[in-house]
């Protein structure tokens, strides 16, 4: 399980029909492509799977779903908002055959060590399986680093703050004790890789597998300049959906992936919202460089 959560992690969209409803046929085929291309690990009701834009009865059906779809590899559901229903995903979640949970970021502007501890130990509790936090927003202190990786179960923590630093001082102090996980996708993840951080998660493979398989192949072999070649393959996409403050991060996914024909529908839910016309102009022109063959 550390060796497959240690390369790529993909978080898969969550189609919606034109009535805004799921799309179940949708949501099953995309689990089913990322895992059939070699994906080792799905996050499904991640970021880009909207997990703030779900219901809790939708979160349990994409996990259900994600499950059924996802042959090998290991599911870890996205989970959040108040501890008690953060901790009755976790349970359901697990119980109902995925490997763990992956914590959503806390936003409540008043946290403090102890009580971000607390909150990670009720989910850890809860569930039959392992705990990877998520962290993302402002960086968390000294003690809240050190309590959380310390809670039994936490073996992993996805790092999704734009402080190499930062990230290099965690995976030098508890690359030992957890995998340290690169959560800014391919964008960031050769320098946190040399940073000391193992793998990457990935929106980009529900568009194209291979980039991103083949970026972790290379980061692992080393190879740095095979590695930066796909980088800069990539580098527009994922600058593309970093504009707007991560604004455009899931509509650029989905509506790429319409545009590929994978999916029928592209559209996204408020919070949310479409891509401008200068936005979706250069997608398309990008999704017709991602298309052609890797290199």
Known sequence: MLERLARVSAVPIVPFH???SIDETATG????RMADAGVGVVVPCGGTGEFSALTPAERERVVRLTLEASGD?????GV???AASAAAAAGSATSAGAAGVMVHALVDPYLTADGTVRYFE?????CDGVVVPYLRGRLPSPATLEGVVAIDGVVAVKWAIADLQGFAGFAARYGGDVVAICGLAELWAPFFTLAGGRGFTSGLVNLDAARPLALDE????????AAMAIWREVRPFELLRARHDAGNN???VKEACALAGLIPDGAVR?????LSPADRAELEAIVGALLAPVR
């Open 80 to 82: 959040g908002g108040d």
């Open 18 to 20: 034109a009535d805004g």
């Open 122 to 126: 009720r989910v850890a509790a809860a």
């Open 250 to 252: 899931v509509p650029a």
């Open 218 to 225: 290379a980061l692992r072999a080393g190879d740095l300049p």
């Open 73 to 77: 590899a290991l599911v870890l559901a």
């Open 29 to 32: 085929a995309v689990v089913a």
């Open 270 to 274: 408020p919070p949310l919202a479409p």
